[in-house]
Structure formats: C-alpha cells, structure tokens
C-alpha cells in the first residue's frame, strides 16, 4: 500500500512539473531551413485595410491639370471644346472640353430626372473675357477702397476672380451653376450636386474649409471635372484637387 501512494505521489509531482512548462506559442514556428522565425516584422504586421492604397490614376492626363494663383495655364494652350446642350445652358454657344462633355451632358440630365434643373451660366472663358472680368472686378475693388494701389486692389480681386492665365474655365474643365450667389449653397440643386456629382466626375472645387490652400473663396457654385475615379477619392477622403495631387502623385 505505501509502495503504491508512493508511485501516485511520483506521478502527480511528475505533471505539475510538465504543466509548469512554456513550450510556446504553438501557432509559431521555426524554419530550420534559413534559421530565422517566422514571426512577422513589423512591418509585415500592417494588414491590407491598413495600408491606403495610391489611386491608380494618370496624374498627367488633361482632366487633373492644375491651375491655380500658383500654377498657370502654358502659354499657347488650346483646349479640345465642343458646345453644351442648349437644353442645360443659360447662354448661347456654351463650350466644355469635348472629352468631358457627355459626363456633363449625363449629370445635367440625371439631375433633371430627379427633378433639378441645374443651368449652366459660365463654362468655357477665353483669356480675353477673363481678363475683361479680372479687371472689372479690380476696378470695383478700387472704386470701394480708394487708399488700395492698383497692386493691392489686384490681390483682393484675385480672391474672388481668377488672374487671366489662371482660371479654370479657361481650359475648359469647369462650370458655373444657377447662382454666383452664397445663398446657391442653401438650394435643392445644391445639395443635389454635392450627393452626385462625384459619381459623373466632377468636384465642388473651391469650399470655405479648403479656401486657405485652393486660394480662392467658396463657389459652391462651380464644379470642375476630374474624372470619376479621382473625384470619389477625393470626396472619400475629403481632399480638394491640390491636395489629391500632393498625397498621391509620384514625381519623376
């Protein structure tokens, strides 16, 4: 009898030292082949909804040329238009960049299905009407501050219209809506375009969150056309056209 409390002690003592053991995580394990583990770097450990995926898009295609106070249209450039529908247009002889056209043919006539009529007053500028419109509005800049020099009044007016050379309407990728009127931001058509436009390529280009980097004050009047992959990204990660570039185009 002491001979077999013996042998049962030996044993219980036996697996509490086995159970005492770390024999390690069984899910890893050790090549022995390169003698290194297989236990994931850091980098590695980043899974796929981690890492933000660079849009596959051609940064130096016509629908995301930058123009802006800091980037102007090259001289010489001559723009592929063809006229907007008169049914969508609030003036005669209406032009768009003829590549781009049917997307806005598309959206216009989506948004008329939905009961909003959208109306194109400003699309295609010359650099002579531009130009026309910059000095205009410089002149009413001066006329409402006399002590302003021609200098000063210039970059107050550049604010609200683009320099000649570097507005968007001018290489034909942009367009104006119903109103050049803050009060556009408060209409159903509005609100429509903000819901749809991404899904016909276009962008709400100039709002008041973005103005310090677009340069320009907010027109939730104009919309410009980037292209419908590009203008979900933007929309996703709420980037204007400035920022897209920087965060996703790789320099040569």
């Not at 419908?228 to 204007?240: I, R």
Request: charged share 25%; aromatic share 10%.
């Amino acid at each position: 009898m002491k001979i077999f409390i013996c042998v049962l002690v030996a044993i219980m003592v036996s697996v509490m030292i086995i159970g005492c053991v770390d024999f390690g995580d069984p899910t890893l394990s050790v090549d022995n082949s390169s003698g290194s583990s297989s236990t994931p770097s850091s980098s590695e450990e980043a899974t796929s909804d981690e890492k933000e995926e660079a849009p596959v898009i051609d940064f130096d295609s016509y629908e995301l040329r930058l123009v802006n106070p800091w980037n102007s249209i090259p001289e010489g450039f001559d723009p592929e238009l063809a006229l907007i529908n008169k049914a969508y247009a609030g003036f005669d002889n209406a032009q768009f960049d003829a590549r781009a056209i049917d997307q806005l043919h598309a959206m216009c006539a989506a948004a008329k299905a939905d009961g909003i009529k959208l109306i194109i007053i400003s699309a295609y500028r010359t650099n002579d009407y531009q130009t026309m419109l910059f000095n205009n509005k410089v002149t009413r800049v001066m006329n409402a501050n006399p002590s302003l020099s021609r200098t000063q009044a210039e970059k107050e007016a550049e604010k609200v219209v683009a320099r000649p050379g570097t507005s968007e309407h001018q290489v034909g990728l942009a367009v104006d809506f119903n109103s050049v009127e803050d009060s556009f931001k408060t209409t159903d058509e509005y609100a429509w375009l903000v819901e749809h436009c991404t899904d016909y390529g276009f962008i709400l280009r100039y709002s008041e969150e973005k103005q310090k980097t677009t340069g320009i004050i907010p027109e939730p009047w104009h919309y410009r056309y980037v292209g419908v992959d590009a203008a979900k990204k933007m929309k996703e990660e709420n980037l204007c056209l400035e920022e897209f570039i920087k965060k996703y185009k790789v320099e040569e």
